[in-house]
């Protein structure tokens, strides 16, 4: 899909309720199931974020529930983020010091040759 019609698909839903925007993302779901090409990009904790919000408009309990649990779920997937980013760092620096602890120490190179420093001597 090009930038400028999902602008405009924004500009249209920004004004919409919570239960329009249900309805059309049924919609949506159900067009992507007629029509599928491909599957939707995700990793395995944006999948659980949308089972959880499909079983709460199943079990058919209040937009505003399903609207803060999702908020909920944004926020942890944030700090999720967060770790996984911090623990990355952490990893990388880890090796950063194996590998250099692994590495022979080298040797200091001389400036001056064995006659130059004889020179230099009181």
Known sequence: MNDLLKQRIARALEGLSDERGYQILDFIEFLDSKYAERSRPGGIFARLTETVEDTMRAGKLPIQAISGTMVLMDSAAKVMKGLAAAGQV??????????????????????????QARDLSP
């Open 90 to 115: 952490v990893v990388d620096e880890a090796v950063k010091v194996a590998e250099t602890a692994t590495k022979p120490p080298e040797l200091p190179k001389e400036t001056k040759t064995g006659s």
